[in-house]
Every structure is written in C-alpha cells, then in structure tokens.
C-alpha cells in the first residue's frame, strides 16, 4: 500500500490568466497514480488505505467531501467499489474507469498557499496553476507571491513531475515499449541503473528515439494543448519512467541476490509481495517482471505472488503451486491480509511456502494503526525466518522504519540506497510543495530475530569451550 506518491495534474489552463481550461477529451490519467486513495480493508479492521484517503483532510479540510462529491458517489465504499470493478459500472454517471480517474483528477485542485477549494472561492476567481512547473494551484497573485518563497524550491522539479505524468500515459497505451531481451552483459556487472543503461544503451537508443518521432507522442501534446518540450527533455522523462517500471521486479532481484536466495530450485521459487495494491496488480505489464529472467539467466522458475486486500480483481488469481517450466515467471495475486493468507494458503500447503517476501512502501511508520495493521505479519516474517526486503520513500522514512524493526528485534541484514530507485519524481498531493520522494528510494533487508542476550550465551558457552 503506498499512499504517499500522490499527484495528479496534467491538464493545465494554457497561461496562468486563462481560467481553468476544460479537460482535454484524449489525456487519460493512468490508473496506478490514482492508488493512494483506492485502497482499504475488505473486513472490518483497521482500514488501511482509508485512512490514507481521509488524511487528506488534516491537509486540506474538505477536499475528500469534495472529492465524493465531484465523482457522485455517496461514501468511500462507493469509490471503492468502482476502483475495484476496473469495468465500467453503471450508476455514477461515467462510461469508463479512465473517465472517474479523469474526473478525480480535476477535483484534486486547492490553493497551495491559503487551502482554499475551487467551491471556497468567491466571485468569479478560479485557481491557475503555476505556468512554470503547471504542478500547483493558486486562488490569485496575492497568494501565488507568498507562496514563491517555497514553492521556488521544488518549481523545477515538480515541473518534471508534470511531463512525466503525461508521457506516462504512452505506456499505458502502449505507445512506449520497455526494452526486452537477454542481458548482453553478466548480472554481477548490473550494479544500478548507470550500469544498467550502458548495457541496454544501444537498444534503448532506437526505441527511445522512435517513441520520440512517433505520431502518439505529437497526438500526446496537442490534445492537451501545451507546448512539446524539447527533445533532450522526453528522453529523459522516457528513461525516468523506465526505472519507474522496472523498479519494482529489479529491487525484488536485489532481495534475492543479497539474501542469498537459490534461484536454481527445481519446480521453481517463490516470492510473495506483501501489501501489494493496485500499483502492482491493476496495471500489470508481466513483460515489465521478464527483466528478473534476464538478471537471473540460469533460473528455474520464479513464483511471484501479490498478496494484498487491494489487490485488482483481474490480476491473475491462480496461485497454483505445480513445478513451473525453467525460465518462465508466474504472476498471481491473492486478495487479503498476509498473516490470514499464511494461515489459510501457506501453512495449509496450497500455496508455495517464500523463498523471499517483499514489501513495497508497507508505510508502517507512518501512524499507528497502519503499524497495528501490519504488526501480526512483521512477527510472522520475523519469527519463521523468511528473508525480506521492504522498500520506503525517502531517508526519513529509512530512519523510521528502520527504528520500529530493531524495536521489534528483527536481525537487520543490510539497508540502504536502492540501486535501482524509481528516479521518477513523485508529488506529495496533499502537500504540494513538499519535495517529491521516489519509489524503492531506500531498502531494508531483515531475516529473523536478534536476539543480543541469546548471542551473548552463545558467546560465553563457546568461550567456556575453548
Ligand atoms: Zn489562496
Ligand atoms: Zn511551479
């Protein structure tokens, strides 16, 4: 779950004394970025990413009101339902899922200075974006002048965000085709995206090059009515989307190479994804985890299971755990709560026991009820020795993280900065002025307990031996 990576602006007036234009008809924004308010609970508990919706309101007080309200729908469940459904639903007046993400998008719009909603504004004034980074909104030039003083700070990269978030859009249609194909160079040179680059340089240049000459790329700009950035510009948000794609199956080779993990297992290994969400399931390009088969050239076959209450209803649900063919890779999601899908699939046998577990931004540090919905599975992976690597945003979160699984007296194997990060900027929606963080920024690997008073018997018997 991760709901942290919110933003979501691309249509933009045309000049900051244009009112608000109307959305272009053609710009869809992608289904993923709209994940940090489209998960819960499917049982009563704690609901996880609810509260991730409704902490927009300590940010900007009405807004999830607003956000309901804009989209037709009554409560959180309702947006829920149709989130989850991914098929057009009759009833709350769109035609498709893309068009409510469309519409979602325009209701996430508030003064980034004085909080104030488009409904709080008096008169004839609307909110203008800024015509730099076009990423943040103003109620009028008062408040856009004393925002300046933050807002300069990340201007720049927000505007980044701003193209990304656009150009995205060619991989959902697939205008934009991630390189594929065997490394040419041996996994152990592959040490982060500067290696991983000069590798695929030659490749990446063709298909870089022909996206960037394509008739969608042209469509892309002038339906949203907005001037092309320049050539060198493209390609590098074309490059940062690419590690934003392939992040998630890279950072999982990471886990299984610094934990150790056989790849060479005859029927196949196993790794489980724990609090998967829609990010990784409602937009699935398997293509995107073919790079674990490049990275691991000789392996017998990877399992790799979603586990999470938000995970899309039409990711593949076949979970089985016959022996898989040498090279293929297996993609399957499991919709629930991890310690109750260990008691029900893994302990039972009917599904392959982990090799390796990875979570993706669990966001346990970030209050309390989110750390209870996760205590019982942090324990399990703890108590039963399963290696696991977990990701988290930015070095505050690192520091945090890392304090709640040394309380817990998990034995920390290695921390740190991801080699293969997402280098695609992120805004915080609530907070739009925040500095954008980046997927899988920092990892942390643990496997088991420590036990300091259990090493130091240890210790003391050998020594008494000697
Ligand atoms: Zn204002
Ligand atoms: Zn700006």
Redesign the pocket.
Known sequence: MAPRSQRRRHKKPSSPVAPMAETPPKVMTPPKTVNPVSLTLSKPGPSIDALGFFSLEKNVPGLSQLILQKLNMKSYDDYKLVIDGGIPISGFGFRCPQEMFQRLEDTFRF?A??R?LPSGLSGSKVLRCCTRCRNVY???PE?QRSDWPVHKRVCQELHLVAVDHLVEWLLVTGDFVLPSGPWPWPTKVIQGWDTWFSMRALQLDASLDAVLGSQAMSTLWASVRQPRPASDVLQGSLKRLLTDALSRPLTLGLGLQALGIDVGKTGGSTVHVVGASHVETFLPRPGDYDELTYMFPGHLGLRVIMVGVDVATGFSQSTSTSSLKPGTIQLSSHRGLYHDFWEEQVETGQIAHPDLVVGFHPGFHSSPDLMEAWLPTLLLLRDYKIPTLLTVYSHQELTASLQILVDLGTHITAYGANPFKSLKPEQVYSNPNKQPVYCNAYYIMFLGSFHPLEQRQLEEEVDGKV
């Open positions: 003064c200075q004085c104030a103003y109620c009028g408040c």
